[in-house]
């Protein structure tokens, strides 16, 4: 318990090894100041957000881009702020969680970045959230070299990556931290306790406090950010503009801002990522009851190239480079796997989701393990040639319209049962390793992660309220959705064995993707139920 000037603070998590070198006074004050300011605020974002999906999910409201901001769109003179040390050349950015061990892998991968995440690759367990936070600390310190029981040294090389931390999204609280009874934003718990304890040192080693920001809805959320950043900054005496900060384009609200979340932020903004998981994720979740245009076929199918996920990614890479941001590409979901056949297969299709974006001009783009850095590197390497990035690319011939980023039939495609199994299964094993505190997973050749998850749900809802026919005229009720789902529950327990947390799962799932209504996010209600005890 620590009383700082006007509040009761509780840290209530169970204290690990080393936590204390976390959580001291000074940091817990930094983010108590970083609540008192911007609490509120946030919990009127949050507000505004759940009336705009219920007007956008009525049809009361239509979705487009916003008249009130259109001069911040047509004014061509602005710009985002210069590229900082460490962050010119963005051709290959690799993401995973904050173990110690992938912490050492990720930085000697040989990408130029590695987004270092608290958000769709971890499950936010208190364990996660300050181990993590002490790996980094180390890190940056180069004082994370260790041997394993097995033998295995783990040293950081000559030419680590840039980190650039992804903190969790608005959405989520750090139950474990409260003040005055109340449970802290998770994001300014992971933003502050990484920026007191490392923006110094980042700066004195050449680098920097930079950050990826995950699941914004409106440009209002940008200027939050932004408003943090300048509190930040200013309390620790850092030069205003010394944060870079790269937005994650991965709501379809957001797609119609992305020059108003490059304006909000400009003096601190590096570029935008087309976070596709989460995009199509928020594109079912927000036309979830618009009828059969608005369904989505089975989730392979829901490629990159089709035309209205082309025309969200174009009109990225358009808006980015006339404002001097780095467009950043996103992440296929094809892992290595030591079956040489599945491997060749996925290294292929890395390479064709890269290709694609380094030709529509991305600066560089995410892979999802160390095996996929050197396909990424080589298609960049080819086509920037000798430059850093491809910001001299304006893509002035991309005119991307309203009706084309909402054009969701453009998809094609049908619903399978295999479809719908592969979405039950996927979702259940999952959230059993999310549970188990996993937040990435290796499933059926594929990483999943908390975004695919969330889509894999959705879909199924969504499946069922719009009564959808599967290719053989069957139509997807709710009770043959659970037909499949204690199938698949057996068949997943049958190959996992003992020791899983897939009843739990199980409940998780029927609530999420099989209630009357659809929740916005799996990850709020389950970590309040099952990754704490604290009520
Ligand atoms: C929608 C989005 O937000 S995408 C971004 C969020 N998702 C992610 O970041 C996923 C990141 N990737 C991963 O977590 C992992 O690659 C997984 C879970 C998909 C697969 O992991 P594994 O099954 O452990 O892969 P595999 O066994 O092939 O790993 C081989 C080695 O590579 C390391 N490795 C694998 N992926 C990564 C990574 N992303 N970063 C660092 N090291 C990694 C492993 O630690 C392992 O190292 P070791 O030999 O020292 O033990
Ligand atoms: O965060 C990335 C995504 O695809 O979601
Ligand atoms: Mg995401």
Redesign the pocket.
């Known amino acids: 318990m620590f009383d700082s000037l006007t509040h009761r603070v509780e840290v209530a998590g169970p204290t690990g090894d080393r936590f204390a070198e976390i959580l001291t006074p000074a940091a817990i004050d930094f983010v108590v100041k970083l609540d008192n300011a911007f609490a509120g605020r946030r919990s009127e974002l949050l507000d505004a957000r759940r009336t705009r999906r219920e007007k956008l999910q009525s049809g009361e409201q239509p979705l487009g881009f916003l008249p009130e901001t259109q001069a911040v769109r047509n004014d061509p003179t602005w710009r985002v702020a210069e590229s900082a040390p460490g962050l010119e050349d963005r051709r290959v950015e690799?993401?995973?969680?904050t173990d110690r061990?992938?912490t050492v892998?990720?930085l000697n991968?040989g990408a130029k970045v590695w987004?270092a995440?608290f958000?769709?690759?971890t499950s936010p367990t208190w364990h996660n959230v300050i181990d993590g936070q002490l790996n980094l600390f180390d890190a940056i310190r180069r004082n994370i070299d260790f041997t394993t029981e097995a033998g295995?040294r783990?040293v950081v090389g000559d030419e680590p990556a840039t980190i650039v931390a992804r903190p969790r999204g608005w959405h989520l609280v750090e139950k474990h931290i409260r003040i005055d009874g109340r449970p802290v934003s998770a994001s300014l718990v992971d933003f502050g306790l990484y920026f007191f304890h490392n923006a110094r040192q980042l700066i004195a080693r050449g680098s920097g406090p930079y950050f990826y920001l995950p699941k914004l809805e409106s440009h209002l959320e940008a200027r939050l950010w932004n408003d943090v950043f300048l509190l930040a900054q200013r309390e620790l005496g850092i030069p205003r503009g010394t944060i870079r900060a790269t937005v994650l384009i991965e709501t379809i609200t957001a797609a119609f801002e992305m020059d108003e979340i490059l304006y909000e932020l400009r003096e601190h903004a590096a570029g935008l990522n087309a976070?596709r998981?989460?995009y199509i994720f928020s594109v079912i979740k927000n036309f979830s009851s618009h009828g059969a245009d608005f369904v989505l076929p089975d989730r392979a199918q829901v490629t990159m190239t089709v035309p209205f996920m082309r025309a969200y990614t174009e009109l990225l890479v358009r808006t980015c480079h006339k404002r001097g941001a780095h467009a950043i590409g996103g992440?296929a979901a094809f892992?290595?796997s030591r079956d040489p056949e599945v491997n060749a297969t996925a290294l292929e299709k890395v390479r064709q989701d890269k290709e694609r974006e380094a030709g529509d001009g991305f600066d560089g783009s995410?892979v999802?393990?160390?095996?996929l850095v050197p396909v990424c590197r080589e298609v960049f390497d080819t086509v920037l040639g000798g430059w850093p990035n491809q910001l001299g690319k304006l893509r002035e011939d991309v005119e991307v319209t309203a009706e084309d980023l909402l054009d969701v039939a453009s998809a094609g495609g049908e619903v399978t049962e295999a479809g719908v199994r592969a979405n039950i299964n996927v979702a259940l094993r999952y959230i059993d390793a999310w549970l188990g505190g996993t937040g990435?997973?290796?499933i059926h050749n594929l990483?999943e992660?908390a975004?695919?998850a969330e889509i894999a749900r959705c879909q199924v809802w969504q499946w069922i309220r719009n009564g959808t026919k599967l290719e053989d005229g069957t139509v997807l009720t709710r009770e043959l959705a659970v037909e499949f789902l204690d199938d698949e529950l057996a068949s997943v327990r049958a190959d996992l064995g003992e020791g899983t947390r897939l009843d739990d799962a199980y409940a998780i799932f029927t609530e999420t993707a099989l209630g009357e209504k659809l929740p916005s996010f799996l990850t709020t209600s389950a970590y309040a139920r099952y990754l704490t005890d604290l009520r």
């Open positions: 690799i993401t995973g969680p061990r992938m892998n990720a991968s987004l995440d958000e769709d690759a295995k783990y976070g998981w989460d992440m892992i290595p995410w999802a393990h160390p095996g990435a997973a290796a990483m992660d975004a695919t």
